[in-house]
């Protein structure tokens, strides 16, 4: 089916108290492993990029091939800027075909993140294309994203929400972009201070090695998106690494591609699972 905005999948996720994965692709066949298995899973699936990966081949190269896939399936599938890191990228992807944009003022002072957000959904709104924002800081680093954990404020997130018009928000509560040193702790009862001040449906970054407990928690919580991106790297690369340790004379990059691919499948497939979306296409 054609592709949908993020907006209509993440208000029946949170009037049906489930959430939406989200998960990033670097290449075609990760592309192709998230279409498939939300396929399969019957689940509607965002598929998402950041700037560094974009930087890699383009907004076009991306929306090309997941305008392909979504095509071959019959699951909602939305397309999103992940962590965008300007204006211009944000309207660039707008204007490219992503139908939903991600602005990630989080770095800069309250009000002028405020603004920021403003002008992105100003904009946006025009077309029919949702915004998410981000306020609190995620830690970690990962893909030109890095920065210490700073919480999300309820009182914060209702004036940002209130101001901005923004449709979803993503919030700070002890997530981490990267792989986690240790295992990690969420405030969930923050989660839920927020959630009873704020009334668009709610994000969580970093989930990439969250104990599945803990994002279960959380969805409970009022989380409507999970946004997955260092775990499907990792078990891509898995794939090839296993398949060239066993067949060191292979050249051929779809052997190694293939087993990379299912790799990846399983593992949305599995999170899909966790995150309450299958069977919800």
């Known amino acids: 089916m054609s592709l949908v905005t993020t907006k209509e999948i993440m208000l029946m996720a949170q009037e049906d108290h489930y959430a939406v994965g989200a998960f990033n692709a670097e290449n075609m066949e990760m592309v192709q492993a998230i279409a498939e298995a939300a396929e399969e899973q019957n689940s509607p699936v965002i598929i998402q990029t950041t700037p560094g990966t974009i930087k ?12 392909a ?29 992503y139908t939903s ?5 989080s770095k800069l002072s309250f009000e002028d993140n405020i603004e920021l ?5 100003a904009a946006c709104s025009a077309s029919g294309i949702p915004v998410e924002a981000e306020i609190g800081t995620i830690g970690g680093k990962e893909d030109g994203m890095a920065g ?19 449709d979803s928000l993503a919030v700070a509560i002890g997530t981490s972009h990267g792989v986690y040193k240790g295992t990690p702790h969420l405030a969930v009862e923050r989660l839920s201070e927020i959630r009873a001040v704020v009334s668009v449906p709610l994000v969580l970054h970093g989930t990439s090695g969250v104990p ?6 959380c969805v409970s919580r009022g989380i409507c998106k999970v946004n997955y991106a260092t775990d499907l790297r990792i078990a891509f690369t898995d794939g090839v690494r296993s398949f060239l340790k066993e067949n060191p004379d292979a050249f051929d990059p779809k052997k190694y591609g293939a087993v990379g691919r299912e790799n990846v499948k399983a593992y949305v497939k599995q999170k ?6 299958v069977g919800k296409a």
Do not use: W
């Open 148 to 166: 210490k954990p700073v919480y999300t404020e309820p009182e914060d997130a209702k004036k940002f929400a209130e101001s901005t018009g923004v």
């Open 117 to 121: 957000t403003k002008r992105v959904v």
């Open 272 to 277: 899909m699972e966790v995150v309450g979306s």
């Open 101 to 105: 944009i991600m602005i990630d003022g």
């Open 212 to 217: 599945d407990d803990q994002v279960r928690d």
């Open 69 to 97: 896939a979504a095509e071959r399936v019959h699951v909602p599938v939305a397309m999103h800027l992940d962590h965008g890191s300007s204006f211009e990228l944000a309207m660039q992807a707008l204007r490219t075909g």
């Open 56 to 67: 890699y081949a383009g907004l076009d190269y991306y929306l090309a091939n997941v305008k």
